[in-house]
């Protein structure tokens, strides 16, 4: 159904002449447009109060963000601060270590110092 032409609209208004009369015709239209009025005006106002609906929604939905983003943000940065490289921790700088001396060759453990050759026994 498409919109109405000019010769929908004659159609329709001969139609109202028929059924209601030339004497009801101007009430009749003064009803329509009040009707109209009242329409429109309730249309406003319900829009008007579901755009306010939203945005308190919306601010409610924010707040909540900010709620739940400025603990994460503290975290990640608390985080960051401790896997920054400090130049005084050298575990943390991965510079490279003197290297130990090879272990003795007769086998005693790594970490103890090797024995002196005897001189003519």
């Known amino acids: 159904m498409g919109p109405l032409g000019i010769p929908e609209l004659i159609m329709i208004f001969i139609v109202a002449l028929v ?17 109209l009025r009242e ?9 008007a109060t579901w755009d306010e ?11 909540a963000k900010e709620t739940i983003h400025e603990p994460v943000r503290e975290t990640i940065a608390a985080v960051n601060s401790v896997n920054e490289p400090d130049s005084t921790n050298h575990e943390l700088t991965h510079e490279p270590h003197a ?9 005693d453990h790594p970490n ?4 002196p050759p005897s001189h003519g026994n």
């Not at 329409?39 to 829009?47: Q, V």
């Not at 609906?53 to 707040?63: L, V």
């Not at 290297?99 to 086998?107: K, V």
């Not at 103890?112 to 024995?115: A, D, F, L, S, V």
């Open 19 to 35: 059924v209601f009369g030339p004497k009801k015709l101007p009430e009749l239209g003064k009803s329509l447009g009040r009707g």
């Open 99 to 107: 290297e130990t001396p090879p272990a003795a060759a007769s086998g």
């Open 112 to 115: 103890e110092p090797p024995i």
């Open 53 to 63: 609906q939203i945005r308190e929604a919306e601010n409610s939905i924010q707040t």
């Open 39 to 47: 329409f429109n005006k309730a249309k406003n106002e319900l829009k």
